[in-house]
């Protein structure tokens, strides 16, 4: 058995809402729970126990519910007190995949690197998170055993902040949720019949949907009946606030739509004209995928990690190129949705390889690791 591993849950909510952070630890758990040789354990919020026992399998009796119901509380529990959660259930690996780890404990501490955000873009955070994220990240980093960042340019951007750790950090790519691919399809009304661009993702700023909202009355002289579809939660910390999108509804050039159902966001793949991801900074760039293997064309910024999502199926253009973007939407819009050139990719990646390569990293890690030799004329601890 390769082991008893206890995933740090306490941010998925009573629904399990899947976004972000929240997808990815769903979708490990549940890959983690259909393996054989591992017994998973779950730390989460008491009002999450139902869902983690009806949708994930895991028994009562593997799940370890703490009631604080603030974001804050949660993260001090799992950061200082979680480490005796682990060692009472005799636990070999703590999956953490928010950006804590706890700070002691006998277990391996596995870390999800989604991104650097704490760092690269302080000022998207609310006022607590930014004061005190950057310092217990910092610290949970250089306390981690294994660093599973979700893409190589997740990696790169890790490394320029803690270079020390290249030696723990491995690249473990996301995977794609298949029953977005395998939902059958249900047309959303305010787009049934139009011809429109998608963009998927939340408010946050560095989304940048404020980039196409604002060059959308441009595109719209060129494609009269241009609509811009945005479909996506409200973003975390400080949103970007978008006062000319309620203009563009107002006059019927745009829909915004909030989440949707896996079978409409289907549809909405199939049905775009083409997928505008406008990102300033990604970790993985899950629509850029997304589309994709669905068959949407993609408009991308040439962040690291879109650029690497996309494998050369995308068209990246710079955003200084205003008008770059704008021809290249009315280009899109004009050929719609039945163009021939519209080819799915086939999805080679699913969540069982994801945490099959955790397995594997943690395997790795517990295999000693040489360490150079400290030159004579330094001295040491103590």
């Given at each position: 058995m390769?082991?008893?591993?206890?995933?740090?849950?306490?941010?998925?909510?009573?629904?399990?809402?899947?976004?972000?952070?929240?997808r990815y630890t769903v979708e490990v758990t549940r890959a983690l729970e259909r393996r054989p040789d591992v017994e998973v354990h779950v730390h989460c919020r008491p009002e999450t126990v139902?869902?983690?026992?009806?949708?994930?399998?895991?028994?009562?009796d593997r799940l370890h519910p703490t009631a604080t119901g603030?974001?804050?509380?949660?993260?001090?529990?799992?950061?200082?007190?979680?480490?005796?959660?682990g060692d009472r259930i005799d636990a070999d690996v703590v999956l953490c995949t928010k950006q804590l780890v706890p700070r002691s404990g006998e277990a391996i501490r596995l870390l999800t690197v989604h991104d650097m955000l704490p760092f690269d873009r302080p000022g998207d955070f609310g006022p607590t998170k930014r004061m005190l994220l950057p310092t217990a990240y910092r610290r949970s980093i250089r306390d981690a055993d294994v660093l599973a960042c979700v893409s190589d340019a997740t990696r790169r951007r890790l490394l320029s902040q803690l270079p020390e750790v290249a030696d723990r950090a491995v690249v473990v790519p996301n995977a794609m949720t298949r029953s977005l691919t395998e939902a059958e399809p249900v047309p959303i009304p305010a787009l049934d019949g139009r011809t429109f661009a998608l963009m998927v993702g939340d408010r946050s700023r560095r989304?940048?949907?404020?980039f196409v909202v604002r060059l959308w009355p441009e595109v719209v002289r060129l494609v009269p009946d241009a609509h811009l579809a945005l479909i996506g939660p409200p973003g975390w910390g400080r949103n970007e606030q978008l006062?000319?999108?309620?203009?563009?509804?107002?006059?019927g050039a745009a829909s915004d739509l909030g989440l949707v159902s896996e079978r409409a966001l289907h549809w909405a793949y199939r049905a775009a004209a083409v997928t505008l991801c406008p990102s300033v900074l990604e970790g993985f760039g899950l629509p850029v995928v997304e589309a994709l293997a669905l068959?949407?064309?993609?408009l991308a910024s040439p962040?690291?990690?879109?650029?690497?999502?996309?494998?050369g199926a995308a068209t990246v253009i710079d955003l200084a190129d205003r008008a770059g973007w704008v021809d290249a939407i009315a280009e899109h819009l004009r050929a719609g949705p039945g163009s021939p050139a519209r080819e799915a990719q086939p999805i080679e990646r699913s969540w069982d390889d994801v945490a099959d390569e955790l397995v594997a990293a943690v395997a790795a890690a517990r295999v000693p690791r040489a360490r150079p030799e400290r030159p004579a004329s330094q001295p040491t601890d103590g």
């Open positions: 390769t082991g008893r591993w206890l995933v740090l849950g306490s941010h998925i909510p009573p629904g399990g809402g899947l976004g972000g952070m929240i139902p869902f983690l026992e009806r949708e994930l399998g895991i028994a009562a603030r974001t804050v509380a949660d993260s001090l529990v799992e950061r200082l007190a979680i480490g005796r959660l989304k940048n949907a404020g006062p000319e999108l309620a203009d563009l509804v107002a006059a068959g949407c064309p993609v962040d690291p990690a879109q650029v690497e999502a996309a494998g």
